[in-house]
Nanobody, 114 residues
Framework: EVQLVESGGLLVQPGGSLRLSCVAS????????MSWARQAPGKGLEWVAGIYGDGTTYYTEAMKGRVTISRDNAKNTVYLEMNSLKPEDTSVYYCHFQGRESGWGQGTQVTVAA
């Protein structure tokens, strides 16, 4: 069974930092492209960052410089580190994989507020 389980979402103050984790199972993690996307209240899904199995990364211009995506293939885990968080970063953050199959996690809520 394919599973993606996100964690690490919290209430954080503006300017703060956070690291999200996504633990994967049920598919070939090391060769899959892993991504993070987010959905703010009342808005559509927005892609944030992605990482290939070889570690090559790519980011949306809107968050470049404030986020870092990484992966640990031994732990089947992908991370998203976010810095200098702003209230407009408040969203549900989702983990996604793309390989022979594709799928989404259930999301983790990040709230940025004073």
């Amino acid at each position: 069974e394919v599973q993606l389980v996100e964690s690490g979402g919290l209430l954080v103050q503006p300017g703060g930092s956070l690291r999200l984790s996504c633990v994967a199972s049920g598919f070939r993690f090391s060769s899959s492209v892993m991504s993070w996307a987010r959905q703010a209240p009342g808005k559509g899904l927005e892609w944030v960052a992605g990482i290939y199995g070889d570690g090559t990364t790519y980011y949306t211009e809107a968050m470049k410089g404030r986020v870092t995506i990484s992966r640990d293939n031994a732990k089947n885990t992908v991370y998203l580190e976010m810095n200098s968080l702003k209230p407009e970063d408040t969203s549900v953050y989702y983990c996604h994989f793309q390989g022979r199959e594709s799928g989404w996690g259930q999301g983790t809520q990040v709230t940025v507020a004073a």
